[in-house]
């Protein structure tokens, strides 16, 4: 009776266990809901989070992300339980962080845009149209860009600048840009179905500067490093005063004692036309004048004589 006793106490120990952690496994899996996260055409891998319910949770996706190293994905919009579509911010970097409740299971949708980047060589004052999704220089596949450079950049002071000569795509033949004093130069439409490296090509130019303090001058202006320019200076309208030209101060390469000659433009000039004064006329007119009244004087005189 006794052993009968034991063995049945035994099997209700036994069983006790095994009921308590079945039980609790199920209370346990009752306590807890699943988030799955997936990607429109399964451009990332899908995944699933078990939560514990209410307890919420915050999904942390970055914004971008590359795949092959020459592409990346751009976060576009989301949906909840295939409910509606909600539209994201679209920026190029950081993470965009979506609160989830967990009162029952949920599935997350993500679309994405995918992007080629535009890289520019050569300058870094650019601006594109239209302007990028993301404000940056990556653009949605697909979409037809432009670029747009001013024509002249200023450099370290107001008399040094480059100057924009042309321009290549993707390591093609130069295309050559007519030169402007200001404004912009807006690119023909690329088509942005693959990255694109721009190369643009500038020419460092100084500033040249003839002056005179009579007359006029040619050859002020913006010239390319290297180059040989004339410049010259004409006298004015002499009346009394006649100026003769005395040379050339400055750097000039040429006959510094000539009207027109050349200088080599390595670094911004300034080039000055002197000009020495001749008064012999002046003192002609004079000598005249003082004639004219002695001559009237003396012809006064002597008509005043004969009438008395």
């Not at 078990?50 to 576009?76: A, C, P």
């Not at 840009?177 to 200001?182: F, K, T, V």
């Amino acid at each position: 009776m006794a052993t009968r006793y034991t063995t049945l106490l035994l099997v209700q120990v036994l069983l006790l266990f095994i009921i308590i952690p079945n039980s609790h496994a199920e209370y346990l899996q009752k306590d807890q809901v699943t988030i799955n996260v997936s990607y429109a055409n399964d451009i990332s891998n899908a995944y699933t989070i078990q939560v514990h319910n209410h307890e919420g949770y915050t999904i942390s996706q970055k914004h971008s992300w590359t795949t092959d190293g020459i592409s990346r994905y751009n976060l576009q919009d989301y949906s909840i339980d295939n409910g509606p579509v909600v539209p994201i911010n679209r920026t190029s970097d950081g993470n965009f962080t979506l609160d989830i409740t967990t009162d029952t299971s949920h599935s997350i949708l993500f679309t994405t845009k995918p992007q080629f980047e535009m890289s520019l060589q050569g300058t870094t004052n650019t601006t594109f149209f239209p302007a990028s999704p993301t404000n940056d220089n990556w653009f949605d596949a697909g979409s037809d860009e432009q670029f747009i450079v001013p024509y002249t950049i200023p450099s370290g002071n107001e008399y040094t600048r480059q100057q924009i000569t042309g321009w290549s795509l993707d390591n093609s033949d130069i295309n050559v840009i007519p030169r402007l004093e200001s404004g912009t130069f807006k690119s023909p439409v690329i088509h942005m179905s693959e990255p694109h490296k721009i190369d643009l090509k500038y020419k460092t130019q100084y500033h040249v500067n003839v002056i005179t303090n009579f007359g006029k001058t040619l050859g002020t202006g913006w010239y390319d490093s290297g180059t040989i320019v004339d410049i010259t200076a004409l006298p004015g309208n002499d009346i009394l005063v006649n100026h003769i030209f005395s040379g050339w101060q400055g750097p000039v390469i040429g006959n510094v004692n000539q009207e027109s000659t050349e200088i080599l433009v390595d670094s911004p000039k300034i080039l000055v036309a002197n000009w020495s004064a001749d008064y012999t006329n002046i003192s002609m007119v004079t000598i005249i004048i003082i004639a004219v009244v002695v001559v009237l004087t003396i012809y006064q005189k002597r008509k005043n004589i004969l009438k008395s």
